[in-house]
């Protein structure tokens, strides 16, 4: 069965970094694009970027365009997010999610698969 | 960025009963919609995709329907499972955007 699993998350400085993986199994995981969903506690969820599944296409939120960074290494089954210039509003429970559809495309790519998340919080 | 609105945020039901959750796209999405149901402290699940397709795995209590830019997620008598918040995602254009959600509490 298809599982994810995110690590990474802790306690960070505003302003500093972390980088976040998901280790992926239970699918051809190079086949598939790869997102990753944030949930600010107690709030609804925010889409925040997408992979595809060879590493060529990225698009990002634009609150986030230019300090996070998705890759992935295939041969691992794993997706990354690395995350500079944190603030504090990108406190969140990040989730990484299976693309439910093969391939790339622009449209149709909704996420079926998540992980369970992993909390990042940003505070002085 | 496509705002996705959701109708009612909030909504009390008994067992048994049938409820209607709406979303509404502010341009035409065609069917790219999906919508997702989250317990407490767990990751979201997607129960119908391109606005009424059942996810494998999905009661047939709940169903979809809609395109453009209204959609509806109808359960059809309400399980104690069922009592969750509901999000729909467009994923017609990026950035994909979910409604603000529909917290469904036991009456």
């Known amino acids: 069965q298809v599982q994810l699993v995110e690590s990474g998350g802790g306690v960070v400085q505003p302003g500093k970094s972390l980088r976040l993986s998901c280790a992926a199994s239970?699918?051809?995981?190079?086949?598939?694009?790869m997102h990753w969903v944030r949930q600010a506690p107690g709030k609804g969820l925010e889409w925040v970027a997408v992979?595809?599944?060879?590493?060529?296409?990225?698009i990002y939120l634009d609150s986030v365009k230019g300090r996070f960074t998705v890759s992935r290494d295939n041969s691992r089954n794993t997706l990354y997010l690395h995350m500079n210039g944190l603030r504090t509003e990108d406190t969140a429970v990040y989730y990484c999610?299976?693309?439910?559809?093969?391939?790339?495309?622009?449209?149709?790519?909704?996420?079926?698969?998540w992980g369970q998340g992993t909390l990042v919080t940003v505070s002085s | 960025a496509i705002q996705m609105t959701q109708s009612p945020l909030s909504l009390s039901a008994s067992v048994g009963d049938r409820v209607i959750i709406t979303c509404r796209a502010s341009?035409?999405?065609?069917?790219?919609l999906g919508w997702y149901q989250q317990r407490p402290g767990v990751a979201p699940q997607l129960m119908i995709h391109?606005?009424?397709r059942l996810q494998s795995g999905v009661p047939s209590r709940f169903s979809g329907s809609g395109s453009g830019t209204n959609f509806t997620l109808t359960i059809s008598s309400l399980q104690p499972e069922d009592f969750a918040t509901y999000y729909c995602l467009q994923a017609f254009t990026y950035p994909y955007t979910f409604g603000q959600g529909t917290k469904l509490e036991i009456k």
């Open positions: 992979l595809s599944y060879d590493g060529s296409a990225k």
């Open positions: 341009l035409d999405i065609r069917s790219d």
């Open positions: 999610a299976k693309s439910r559809r093969t391939g790339w495309l622009m449209q149709g790519f909704d996420p079926d698969y």
């Open positions: 239970g699918f051809t995981f190079g086949r598939y694009g």
């Open positions: 391109t606005a009424s």
